[in-house]
């Protein structure tokens, strides 16, 4: 499925979660956007803790192929794809935030699939198929981190599945989260001469340098590391990298309207995601 949206973490990129793939979004928060405070005289635009605003949020991807017959349960649009016995029980997998994974048939329009990593539960999805078959409602919950976050987003059928498979199967394409909680969009930005920091309610963190050193980020159960230099006043370029290979590239603006706007370009499955966070 897709990412799972947060911009406290698209800002940077900190998850990457989902039956088929996993994300973040940074966002704002309108109702406080008339009052928030601007950026101290001297300091850095980009400075402060933003929140994303979910409205704005948008999605350029590819549809999600699922297909659930025969007992077993597959995703090949997947980063990377999923192939898994759908019998309620834990199966060994090799995924960057999962080393076993459980897909259950709940009935014959609802589906859960739970991941676990060193015997800990990091990831469920619930996913449910309309009466008429159209659309896709997926709750989840990431407790891979201190805090967890939890959401709800909706995928319109784009093609039927074969005969005789579950609903869930056929393909789908990602709408924008229709709610993710506040651990999921909240990030404290802060910027020196040299680095800029970041942290999540969930428990995410870096303390980048700007000269595009690797950084582990903390928290992060998948080995993602940072790399961040710096654009302009209150523009940064985060490059993301799991097992050497870049994951994600994030481009992270202060505008002239004081807002942040947010680019993830995802080099695994090609999506891009953008959206706009207020200032708290």
């Known amino acids: 499925m897709h990412k799972t949206i947060t911009v406290a973490m698209a800002a940077a990129s900190l998850l990457a979660l989902s039956a ?15 009052a928030a ?12 803790t933003w929140k994303t605003d979910l409205a704005s949020v948008k999605i350029d991807m ?7 017959q025969g007992g077993q349960f597959s995703c090949p649009t997947c980063t990377p794809p999923i192939t898994v016995a759908a019998d309620g029980a834990f199966h060994p997998v090799d995924r960057p935030y999962a080393d076993h994974m459980s897909v259950k048939v709940d ?15 990091t990831y469920e999805q619930k996913f449910s198929v309309s009466p008429d078959g159209k659309t896709l409602t997926v709750n989840f919950s990431d407790t891979s981190g201190t805090k967890p976050v939890t959401g709800t987003y909706k995928e ?15 393909s789908w394409q990602a709408q924008a989260p229709t709610n993710v909680s506040d651990e999921g969009l909240m990030v404290t930005l ?25 950084t582990p980020i903390k928290g992060d159960i998948g080995g993602t590391t940072a790399s961040v230099k710096k654009l302009g006043p209150g523009s940064y ?15 992270m603006t202060v505008e002239a309207d004081g807002k942040l ?17 207020n200032r708290q």
């Open 107 to 121: 009935d014959d329009h609802n589906v859960t699939r739970t991941n676990q990593k060193g015997g800990k539960t």
């Open 156 to 170: 319109t059928r784009t093609a039927p599945g074969p005969a005789g498979a579950h609903a869930i199967s056929g």
């Open 261 to 277: 706007s947010v680019k993830d370009e995802n080099k695994l499955n090609g999506s891009t995601t953008t959206s706009v966070a």
């Open 37 to 48: 405070p601007a950026a101290a005289a001297g300091a850095d635009p980009i400075n402060g």
């Open 62 to 68: 590819k549809p999600d192929q699922l297909l659930l």
């Open 20 to 34: 088929c793939r996993q994300t973040t979004v940074a966002n704002e928060n309108a109702a406080g956007n008339a």
């Open 190 to 214: 802060s910027a020196d001469d040299d680095m800029l920091h970041l942290s999540t309610p969930s428990g995410q963190s870096y303390d980048a340098k700007l000269d595009g050193t690797e």
């Open 237 to 251: 370029e985060e490059t993301d990298k799991r097992g050497g290979k870049v994951t994600d590239v994030i481009t």
